[in-house]
């Protein structure tokens, strides 16, 4: 059995959020863990898109993408139609060719600030990554080294204060902690008005091998 398929079958069973698609976000901070976790899922969920955030923002809007995201995305999406966006190369600093990201039935957005205020009514759950900020960035700078410790100082100030205007924590489904060994799911904070839960309390998978 897939590691992550009982929480993959729970979130095929939501209701859609944004048209006909059951939008799924994965937030975190950088470097706590998403975009492994969004593929593995997306695995589970049977091979569905992923969106990912890096691709949508850049160099001279770390946060301020959402307007970008609504009309190529979320719009086109809302009426079941396939959307386009231009993914932004980061060492070319400058936005690539179209891709298509059709509306299926789960599409998994992850990245910074998926869960931000703006997006939160075109989810149908939110997932957060629950590691620290201050391990999340030094797993990262780890990750990308010395080279990008500037692009790192930069980031930083701007992802604490994203998250301070607009945290996305308070308002999660569902919290991933990641353990030596696969992942634990637990009850997330915006369960608390008695909405419904997409896992059950401590529950524990491990990675598929």
């Known amino acids: 059995m ?3 398929s009982l929480l993959a079958g729970r979130l095929h069973t939501l209701a859609p959020s944004c ?4 939008l799924i976000a994965v937030d975190g901070h950088a470097g706590s863990g998403k975009s492994t976790f969004a593929t593995r899922l997306a695995a589970a969920l049977g091979d569905v898109p992923v969106l990912h955030l890096d691709d949508i923002a850049a160099h001279d809007s770390f946060f301020t993408w959402t ?9 086109p999406l809302g009426r079941g139609e396939c959307a386009r ?8 600093r400058s936005f690539g060719t ?9 599409v998994l957005i ?13 989810l149908a759950r939110l997932l957060w990554m629950d590691l620290p900020a201050a ?20 980031w930083t100030a701007a992802e604490a204060q994203h998250f301070s205007a607009d945290p996305s924590r308070p308002h999660a489904d569902t919290l991933v902690r990641q353990l030596p060994v696969g992942y634990e799911l637990l009850e997330g904070p915006g369960t608390a008005a008695g909405t419904d ?3 059950t309390d401590r529950e524990r998978v491990a990675p598929s091998s």
């Open 2 to 4: 897939n590691d992550l």
């Open 19 to 22: 048209g006909p698609v059951r």
């Open 67 to 75: 307007d970008r995201l609504r009309e190529q995305v979320l719009a």
């Open 85 to 92: 966006y231009a993914p932004y190369d980061w060492t070319a």
């Open 98 to 106: 179209p891709r298509a990201l059709e509306p299926a039935p789960v």
């Open 110 to 122: 992850e990245g910074v600030g998926a869960g931000r205020r703006a997006l939160r009514p075109a």
């Open 135 to 154: 391990r999340s960035w030094g797993r990262g700078r780890r990750r990308d080294g010395s080279a990008l410790s500037d692009f790192w100082d930069g």
């Open 197 to 199: 839960h997409s896992v």
